[in-house]
C-alpha cells in the first residue's frame, strides 16, 4: 500500500519535468535569432528602386514579412507602436515611408495571403504593400526570416538591418526598436543591426516557408527550431 503514493508522487515529478522542459524548449526557441541578412545591398541601385517602386531622393523602410506567421503579426503592431510614439512626440517628419513586402510561394491560389496580417499592414497608417512572388525581391535583399526590417537614408544607404521585436511572435516596447529610432532620430552616424526573431521566409531548395503554411494554421514555421 505504501507503494502508491510513491509511485503517485514520482508521476508527478515527471510530469512536472516534462512541463518545466517543455517550457524552457520553447522559450529557447521564442529567443533564439532567425537566419541573418548576410548580404544586404549597401546602397540602393536604380533596379532595385523601380522594383520596390521607391522615390529617389527619399528614405524608406522596408520590412519583409509572412502573410500568416505571428511573427509577422508582432512587427506591424511594433511598428505601429513606434510611429504612434514619434507623432505623439512631434517627431512624425521624421518617419520614412514604410514598404511592407509579403513573400508570397508560387502556386497557392488567388487570395491565399489575405489575412489578419495584410489586414493590419493596410491599416498602418503611411505604409504601403507589396506582394513578393515566389520571393524574388526577399533575395535581393538577402532577407531569410519574416520580420526583417532595412532602412535606406534619402542618399540611398542602407543605415539599419535587423528586427523590431524581443522574441518570436512578442510585441515589445520601444526599447525593442531602439537601434531603428536610434537611426531614425539621426542619433547615430553608424550603421546600426539587431536580431530578427522570426520563422524563416525560405526553407532548403529556396522553398519559400509560406508554403508550408495555411490561414488556418498559421503558427508551425515559428513552432518548427
Known sequence: MRAKPLTLVCSLLAWIALVVG????????????GAVAAAVPAQLTDELQDRVQLTAGRSALLVFLHPHCPCSRATIKQLDRVWAIAQESGAADLLPPV?????????VEDGWERGGNL??????????????????LAQ????????????????????????ITPSRGKA???????????????ERSDAAE????????????????????????NTECCREP
Request: aromatic residues 12%.
Open 22 to 33: 517543455g517550457m524552457g524548449l520553447k522559450m529557447k526557441y521564442g529567443f533564439t535569432p
Open 99 to 107: 514598404h511592407l513586402i509579403f513573400v508570397i510561394p508560387p502556386g
Open 119 to 136: 489586414a493590419r499592414a493596410e491599416r498602418l497608417e503611411g505604409a504601403f504593400v507589396h506582394f513578393d512572388r515566389a520571393g524574388e
Open 140 to 163: 535581393s535583399f538577402s532577407a531569410r526570416t519574416s520580420g526583417q526590417v532595412l532602412f535606406y537614408d534619402r542618399n540611398g544607404e542602407l543605415r539599419f538591418a535587423g528586427g
Open 172 to 186: 515589445g516596447d520601444l526599447r525593442h526598436a531602439r537601434a531603428l529610432w536610434d537611426v531614425l532620430r539621426r
Open 194 to 217: 539587431s536580431p530578427v526573431y522570426g520563422c524563416p521566409l525560405f526553407h532548403s531548395g529556396d522553398r519559400t516557408c509560406a508554403d508550408r503554411l495555411s490561414p488556418e494554421s
